[in-house]
């Protein structure tokens, strides 16, 4: 079956940066594109990175030119790589693929920008 690994979150202080792989299983991984998306409390989850299969990446605007996603098909996973990272930028992190109607998501791992 699918299955998204989540890692590498943690507690940051502002400016600093955090590195989240996500290990994919289950699935032909270089077909499908992949995205990352964060849910802060009391707040809808929203996309923040999304990659194709053919590695053509967008980002939302609050990210742009400070989160870079990027894929290696030799081992099967999807990294968001955080730098300059700001306290807006708190939120639990998840992985998700698409595959059909069916969306799959990781477990999710907290992000904390605090000094």
């Known amino acids: 079956q699918v299955q998204l690994v989540e890692s590498g979150g943690g507690l940051v202080q502002p400016g600093g940066s955090l590195r989240l792989p996500c290990a994919a299983s289950?699935?032909?991984?270089?077909?499908?594109?992949m995205g990352w998306y964060r849910q802060a409390p009391g707040e809808e989850r929203d996309w923040v990175a999304v990659?194709?299969?053919?590695?053509?990446?967008a980002y939302r605007d609050s990210v742009k030119g400070r989160f870079t996603i990027s894929r290696n098909i030799a081992n099967n996973t999807v990294t968001l790589q955080m730098n300059n990272l700001k306290p807006e930028d708190t939120a639990v992190y998840y992985c998700?693929?698409?595959?059909?109607?069916?969306?799959?998501w990781g477990q999710g791992i907290q992000v904390t920008v605090s000094s």
């Open positions: 998700n693929v698409a595959i059909a109607t069916d969306m799959y």
């Open positions: 289950g699935f032909i991984f270089r077909r499908y594109g």
């Open positions: 990659i194709s299969s053919r590695d053509v990446t």
